[in-house]
């Protein structure tokens, strides 16, 4: 059993534009500035629940500062 050859080049064509695409955000810089978003909310989401485990007396763990990362220019 083949797969028809319409197929191969439809599926490759899909693959090729999703490369394109890829490329083309991390050129651009939005992918940097999508991932430096993401990083910065899980930071901010451990941060704050360490923040709680510290007030409830969970964690031995304390901050003494945290400055937010500063935007790239």
Same mark, same amino acid.
């Given at each position: 059993?083949?797969?028809?050859?319409?197929?191969?080049?439809? %599926?490759? *064509?899909?693959?090729?534009?999703?490369?394109?695409? @890829?490329? +083309?955000?991390?050129? !651009? &810089?939005?992918? $940097?500035?999508?991932?430096?978003?993401?990083?910065?909310? %899980?930071? *901010?989401?451990?941060?704050?629940?360490?923040?709680? @485990?510290? +007030?409830?007396?969970? !964690? &031995?763990?304390? $901050?003494?500062?945290?400055?937010?990362?500063?935007?790239?220019?």
């Amino acid at each position: 059993m083949s797969i028809s050859p319409s197929f191969d080049a439809g %599926a490759s *064509r899909i693959r090729l534009k999703t490369t394109e695409d @890829k490329v +083309k955000a991390f050129g !651009s &810089g939005e992918k $940097y500035v999508q991932m430096q978003e993401q990083f910065k909310a %899980a930071f *901010r989401e451990h941060f704050q629940s360490r923040q709680k @485990k510290d +007030k409830t007396g969970l !964690s &031995g763990n304390t $901050y003494l500062s945290w400055q937010p990362l500063r935007p790239v220019t």
